[in-house]
């Protein structure tokens, strides 16, 4: 179980430097000046391809093998009392790791697809970039809800039987509320606060089980 809390913290860790680095890349590093619509999309594609495959790498596939650690870890420590609903709320954690790992090979392989495409045949390959893109943030980051979903029911069996401290469990349930919120188009925008509050519910976790040192006990002390 130790080692199962280590593997657990170390990877709620990792995924808030995912996406503290994604953050960063996409609203710091690059320059968007001068990609407008779909045309400027694939033209930033293919003017990035090497730092955003490196980008999409971490962001995706890598940050979805870690989800399903952190979820195995936060299952294994669900007391017997909510082991029917912990089953539910896991089975969820799983669905979102595989849907972020689906999400980020399908940018990977539309990204090689594409700008070879787009040398000989631009107006096909915009509107082919437009089509992968659409299903990747469908998948990946665009709605929030199965993300969401295990996140508040997470937090919320943890609050109920005393197992996470109350301001954690409670920023858990608010941050998987928001991506639940996701599904409502005028509330998309909320996909950015669930975003930076995940960074905040991921290390304050993470940090939790690499103290951790009880394996039914997940307060901060």
């Given at each position: 179980?130790?080692?199962?809390?280590?593997?657990?913290?170390?990877?709620?860790?990792?995924?808030?430097?995912?996406?503290?680095?994604?953050?960063?890349?996409?609203?710091?590093?690059?320059?968007?000046?001068?990609?407008?619509?779909?045309?400027?999309?694939?033209?930033?594609?293919?003017?990035?391809?090497?730092?955003?495959?490196?980008?999409?790498?971490?962001?995706?596939?890598?940050?979805?093998?870690?989800?399903?650690?952190?979820?195995?870890?936060?299952?294994?420590?669900?007391?017997?009392?909510?082991?029917?609903p912990?089953?539910?709320?896991?089975?969820?954690?799983?669905?979102?790791?595989?849907?972020?790992?689906?999400?980020?090979?399908?940018?990977?392989?539309?990204?090689?697809?594409?700008?070879?495409?787009?040398?000989?045949?631009?107006?096909?390959?915009?509107s082919?970039?437009?089509?992968?893109?659409?299903?990747?943030?469908?998948?990946?980051?665009?709605?929030?809800?199965?993300?969401?979903?295990?996140?508040?029911?997470?937090?919320?069996?943890?609050?109920?039987?005393?197992?996470?401290?109350?301001?954690?469990?409670?920023?858990?349930?608010?941050?998987?509320?928001?991506?639940?919120?996701?599904?409502?188009?005028a509330?998309?925008?909320?996909v950015?606060?669930?975003?930076?509050?995940?960074?905040?519910?991921?290390?304050?976790?993470?940090?939790?089980?690499?103290?951790?040192?009880?394996?039914s006990?997940?307060?901060?002390?």
């Amino acid at each position: 179980m130790h080692d199962l809390d280590r593997t657990g913290g170390l990877a709620a860790l990792f995924l808030a430097a995912s996406y503290i680095f994604g953050f960063g890349l996409f609203l710091g590093a690059f320059d968007w000046t001068g990609y407008a619509g779909p045309a400027g999309n694939l033209a930033f594609v293919t003017d990035h391809q090497m730092l955003l495959t490196i980008a999409m790498l971490v962001l995706y596939p890598l940050a979805g093998c870690a989800l399903v650690a952190l979820v195995v870890a936060m299952h294994r420590r669900a007391d017997r009392s909510i082991e029917g609903p912990m089953q539910i709320a896991t089975a969820f954690g799983l669905i979102w790791a595989g849907v972020v790992i689906a999400s980020g090979m399908v940018s990977l392989t539309g990204m090689q697809q594409i700008v070879p495409l787009a040398a000989e045949h631009r107006e096909t390959a915009t509107s082919a970039w437009l089509a992968i893109s659409t299903v990747q943030d469908a998948l990946g980051g665009g709605i929030e809800l199965v993300g969401g979903v295990w996140m508040a029911m997470v937090s919320w069996l943890a609050l109920k039987q005393g197992q996470m401290s109350k301001p954690l469990a409670w920023v858990g349930i608010a941050v998987g509320m928001a991506g639940i919120l996701t599904t409502i188009p005028a509330l998309s925008g909320l996909v950015d606060f669930f975003g930076l509050g995940q960074i905040i519910w991921f290390v304050w976790v993470g940090v939790i089980l690499l103290r951790s040192s009880k394996p039914s006990i997940l307060v901060d002390s």
